[in-house]
């Protein structure tokens, strides 16, 4: 219950950092919160069952990313890493928009207000930099 808190605590926190300039939906049933940036890029930040906190960015992908060549490059990111936290790169391809996930998931005991804000601009930013990638290696 502490852990489902400190979730709301924080994602409240976020809302009121980031709401004026980046259009929030929030989930109140899965208990998720949608930010959209300018770029297209979606940042989700969710709780799972209390324990952990995700933060999921959505970056659009180009229709050729399916190319076995773009997908083996991309994928390399998920080499075992021994920074903490770990970030995971996926592609949902399945949608007729395909997109690129970049995932991250850090323990609520480990987080205080400041340590989720850092953790959210580094979604930020790592999402930022894979739609840069994007643009210049695959689009």
Do not use: C
């Not at 960015?57 to 770990?86: C, D, K, R, T």
């Not at 790169?89 to 007729?96: A, L, R, T």
């Not at 996930?101 to 790592?126: C, G, W, Y």
């Amino acid at each position: 219950m502490q852990n489902n808190r400190v979730f709301n605590q924080i994602a409240s926190q976020l809302m009121k950092l980031y709401s004026a300039e980046i259009p929030v939906k929030v989930d109140d049933e899965r208990q998720i919160y949608a930010f959209e940036l300018k770029d297209g890029v979606k940042i989700n930040v969710l709780s799972d069952d209390g324990e952990y906190i995700q933060m999921v960015g959505f970056i659009p992908a180009p229709p050729h990313i399916m190319n076995a060549v773009y997908l083996s490059e991309l994928l390399q990111f998920n080499h075992f890493s021994l920074h903490h936290p770990f970030y995971v790169i996926g592609i949902d391809s399945e949608q007729e928009h395909k997109e690129i996930s970049l995932h991250v998931r850090q323990p609520m005991s480990e987080l205080d207000n400041s340590a989720a804000f850092d953790l959210f601009e580094n979604v930020i930013d790592k999402s930022a930099s894979l739609q840069t990638w994007l643009v210049e290696n695959v689009a």
